[in-house]
């Protein structure tokens, strides 16, 4: 997973002071998920160390998309060919690569800007590396905070060239640096490279993303859920997703329709635009939301897009969805206008009206339906409990019927002969207790959730189902519980524990069930437990996608990068990322294993195992995938397993930067009972 980073910045008294300090690194700190107590901790680490992760993630994808990169080369060379010799600027120059191709295009000189510290620095090796320190300044600042009074007289250029878009086009603040650079930076007759940029957007039909965001049903089992359902009110925040790879069930419902042209030589005052868009549906269905991505005009005829089905592969550009607080049925006879808006960094929507409408009430709100004007109204903050409790990934598992079915019936056998029996359910947020509880044969249910908003939904679902007699919420972290925290019931005679919670960033951070189960058994010997036991698997696989991902570059559109390939070290011990193996191309080299084993019926142990693959084809081995599988009984295995019908199931990926060719391939995990890490590796 990526760290957060906390850089403590040497602290000095006078200039020399300063000076003198910046002779040493600095002390970093890395925030980790520990997975023994279910929340994130502080940790001392090398710099080098913490800044790993974002060194290969972002950056490493942007310099792989040749698409890009070739046409921001062909944009310089067409806008220079006409400027030689003239004074360049490059905004948010990552690895100094813009930068070095405005030189060789014919650019006298380039001031390049980069805000973050080590990717400045890097910047500063890689032009270095190119024999261009001459003719390039890497300043380690935002453009923005230059002004006229402190620049030199190359300071206003005659071509700038920047690169500070994400999925939205907008997020980075490209329109007020923009806005602020052509004020303050720019030479009056300036090009801009891109020019101006436009954001697309059509409505869009899709079950599979639909049920990520809303259940399928107000019930799961015999509990009610009413109140906790939608709709959703609040659709500021976009997902990202890779559409190309769900297709399954997409299907646009409308053209492509231009949202916002923005012209990156002339950007308006930072304050709130809106535009009321009309979309004519061409197909019938029920809309469930926007897809929106963008094109920028980089020079004449030469334009990058986003749009999906792209050629490129890219993990750092998508595309965004905005998802409808209720879906709405088009048809190819009607017009669906919605209100969009935006300020420097945001994109939100206001509402969505059908004409004509089969309802006496035709507007759908997106956002605070009792909202002002829409032009002067803030994205409205989601207020469903469903979607502040649980993530997308989880509100999918909740709609997975198969998955449902295999855990209340693996509990009916659980408790099957007891009677009075008295329940301890383990998760957050969990249903589990509460489907529980609905049963004749349970008297009790407590149920231990730690997260303040958890507690307040389950109690508040207990009482819409008249069990609020029958369950108890504890807010104890689920490791201490003791005998004395139910002292007021009866002995419990099973614990009941879903292998989700929701501070988890990896499959095997549910194990800290297990830590809940083994406290439960030290003052309750012979209790029943689900689940009983657990698996970590993997399987090697080789994608070119991954590869792509962390792969040492070394020459970039003719250019030596081998300083950044350096600061992203050169072994394959990196972190986990978590990810869902659906949305890359890939290919298993050989069946699953399974790693370790964790037995729930007995304590919390360490454990350590190495296993042989036997890899098949001709492909090396780019990556390993790993999730976990939970035995909830004899009969039932919940599997993480990346599978069509699960798209948005996550798994952990260790991306190797050196693929394995060879006909076996050794892999060594542990596991420490002490913190709850686990470590995968090669040997």
Not at 24 to 50: D, H, K, L
Not at 394 to 413: E, F, G, K, P, W
């Amino acid at each position: 997973t990526n760290p957060r980073i906390m850089t403590c910045p040497p602290v000095s008294e006078s200039q020399e002071q300063e000076e003198a300090a910046r002779r040493f690194s600095p002390m970093s700190f890395v925030q980790q998920f520990s997975p023994a107590r279910g929340r994130m901790e502080w940790f001392a680490a090398a710099p080098t160390q913490a800044q790993r992760e974002l060194l290969a993630s972002g950056y490493g994808d942007m310099l792989r998309d040749e698409e890009r990169n070739t046409l921001y080369d062909q944009a310089l060379q067409q806008v220079l060919r006409t400027r030689q010799g003239c004074h360049a600027m490059d905004i948010g120059t990552g690895t100094g690569l813009l930068a070095m191709m405005a030189v060789r295009a014919g650019a006298g000189s380039v001031d390049a800007f980069e805000v973050y510290e080590p990717m400045a620095n890097i910047a500063k090796q890689v032009i270095q590396a190119n024999g261009m320190t001459d003719r390039i300044a890497v300043h380690h600042k935002r453009s923005t905070d230059v002004q006229p009074a402190d620049a030199s007289p190359l300071t206003r250029a005659e071509v700038i060239v920047t690169e500070i878009f994400d999925t939205e086009l907008i997020g980075e603040g490209v329109l007020g640096t923009m806005r602020h650079a052509m004020k303050e930076l720019a030479a009056p007759d300036a090009v801009v490279i891109p020019s101006r940029g436009t954001l697309f957007a059509q409505l869009f039909s899709s079950t599979s993303i639909w049920n990520t965001h809303s259940l399928s049903s107000a019930h799961i089992g015999p509990v009610r859920l009413d109140t906790h359902t939608g709709p959703c009110a609040g659709l500021g925040r976009p997902r990202d997703i890779q559409l190309a790879r769900h297709r399954d069930g997409l299907v646009m419902l409308s053209e492509p329709t231009p949202l916002w042209h923005f012209d990156f030589r002339n950007v308006p005052e930072d304050e709130e635009h809106s535009v009321q868009i009309e979309f004519s549906p061409t197909l019938a269905g029920h809309a469930h939301g926007l897809v929106l991505w963008w094109t920028v005009d980089l020079a004449d005829g030469i334009v990058l897009s986003t749009a999906p089905g792209g050629l490129q592969f890219r993990d750092h550009w998508m595309q965004a969805v905005y998802l409808f607080g209720a879906p709405v049925l088009c048809q190819p006879d009607t017009t669906v206008t919605i209100t969009a808006l935006h300020d420097d960094y945001s994109l939100w929507f206001s509402e969505a009206s059908l004409t004509p409408s089969p309802l006496p009430t035709p507007s759908l709100s997106l956002v605070n339906p009792g909202a002002a004007g829409p032009a002067s109204e803030a994205a409205a903050p989601c207020d469903v409990r469903l979607h502040m409790l649980w993530n997308h990934t989880r509100i999918a598992q909740l709609n997975d019927t198969a998955r449902s079915s295999a855990l209340h019936s693996a509990m009916v056998r659980l408790l099957a002969g007891l009677e009075d029996a008295v329940c301890i359910s383990v998760g957050d947020g969990c249903l589990l207790g509460l489907t529980a509880a609905a049963l004749p044969s349970v008297r009790h249910v407590v149920t231990c959730e730690e997260l303040t908003l958890a507690r307040q939904a389950v109690a508040d679902i207990a009482k819409l189902n008249s069990l609020q007699d029958k369950v108890t919420v504890l807010s104890h972290p689920i490791e201490d519980l003791s005998s004395t925290s139910l002292l007021h019931l009866p002995a419990p005679t099973a614990v009941l524990a879903e292998p989700f919670l929701a501070t988890a960033l990896l499959p095997w951070h549910n194990l800290r069930i297990w830590y809940a189960i083994a406290a439960v058994a030290t003052w309750a010997p012979g209790i029943r437990v689900m689940p009983i036991a657990a698996r970590l698997m993997c399987v090697p696989l080789s994608s070119s996608e991954l590869h792509g991902l962390r792969a040492p570059r070394r020459l970039v559109a003719g250019f030596n990068l081998s300083s950044f390939d350096d600061a992203c070290g050169d072994d394959d011990a990196g972190d986990m990322q978590s990810c869902a193996l659906h949305d890359y191309h890939h290919e298993a080299l050989s069946a699953p294993a399974a790693l370790l084993s964790f037995d729930f019926t007995s304590p919390v142990v360490s454990s350590r195992a190495t296993h042989s693959f036997s890899l098949s084809g001709s492909q090396p081995c780019d990556a390993l995938a790993l999730w976990m599988d939970y035995q909830l009984d004899a009969e039932t295995i919940l599997s993480g397993a990346p599978s069509p019908s699960t798209p948005f199931a996550k798994q952990a990926l260790r991306i190797l930067r050196v693929p394995v060719r060879a006909p076996t391939l050794a892999v060594a995990a542990s596991f420490d009972a002490v913190t709850g890490e686990l470590q995968v590796k090669l040997v």
